[in-house]
């Protein structure tokens, strides 16, 4: 029974276009994350003034989609110059960028599973660190806002910790009217309320235990973070594994296309040197027997 046969040329063109296909999604987002980025930037006059970027003593959010935007900019650049021209340079790039960020997050998953304590140490320390500059950027308080009411949680293990911040501890020395409260993301929701009520917080630090556990979240966002992974940990690890194999399915795509690219050239080239000593039908023939 004959089958329908496919030549280098075709199968080199599936592959090639497949990568550019794959890989122009991840330049658009790229393109996508680095102008947001440079417009949350551009509104907090971080452009006019590059050296505030070092005045935010927490974490500025648009740090995160700089990272991200910039890696899949350079990765989805490389990946559809690199089919469309078949640039074997950039495509090695491709290959081995992609594998070392692979490698980086199987090193990062082992290493959060085998130094558990010292992982919740160090998110302690970056909430708690976040928590004094709670008020010193907008995007910053904007994300713990929501980490606070996703998780049902406040502060990194309760609302003493936003004794940390100078707004909201209860010294005698603090003048501002939040003093002993929590921001209003800590609060519990009524269903039946439709605004939000931004001054639920205040003065609740200052009351007993059990009035508190009425009014706002007792709990911590790092164990709340640590039961949802936990009740989660299939789709997490569903996620991550998909992740991986989109990784190496890239990689092994690349791969091909380049042993293709590489074999094409030198075959070309061999034929050049020995003054076209190999036919067009023998050519093709050969090539696709290596694909």
């Known amino acids: 029974m004959s089958g329908k046969h496919f030549n280098a040329h075709e199968v080199g063109c599936c592959i090639k276009y497949f990568i550019f296909g794959f890989n122009i999604i ?62 074997s340079f950039l495509l090695k790039f491709f290959s081995v960028f992609l594998g070392i960020i692979f490698f980086l997050e199987l090193t990062a998953g082992v290493l959060a599973f085998v130094f558990k304590d010292w992982i919740k ?43 940390l911040n100078i707004y909201f501890n ?41 009035e508190q556990k009425t009014f706002i979240y007792t709990k911590g966002c790092v164990p709340q973070f640590e039961k949802w992974l936990q009740e989660n940990l299939t789709v997490v690890a569903g996620i991550f594994i998909g992740i991986a194999l989109l990784q190496i399915f890239g990689i092994c795509l690349a791969q091909n296309l380049l042993k293709l690219c590489v074999f094409v050239c030198l075959l070309v080239y061999f034929n050049k040197w020995c003054g076209s000593c190999i036919s067009p039908a023998v050519l093709v023939s050969v090539m696709a027997t290596r694909v």
């Open 26 to 87: 991840f330049w658009l987002l790229g393109v996508a994350f680095l102008s947001v980025a440079l417009w949350a930037w551009s509104e907090k006059g971080v452009l006019s003034n590059i050296s505030s970027i070092t005045d935010l003593g927490g974490f500025d959010p648009v740090w995160l989609f700089l990272v991200v935007g910039g890696v899949m900019f350079v990765l989805g650049f490389a990946g559809c110059i690199g089919a469309l021209r078949e640039n």
């Open 121 to 163: 140490d160090q998110l302690k320390f970056f909430i708690n660190n976040n928590i004094r500059a709670y008020r010193d950027d907008i995007d910053l308080q904007n994300l713990i806002d929501f980490t606070q009411e996703y998780w049902e949680c406040c502060g990194a293990f309760g609302p003493a910790d936003w004794n």
């Open 170 to 210: 209860c010294t005698d020395t603090n003048l501002s009217r939040e003093k002993c409260g929590v921001p209003f993301s800590c609060c519990t929701k009524d269903p039946a309320e439709d605004v939000i009520n931004t001054q639920c917080g205040y003065d609740i630090r200052a009351k007993g235990d059990s």
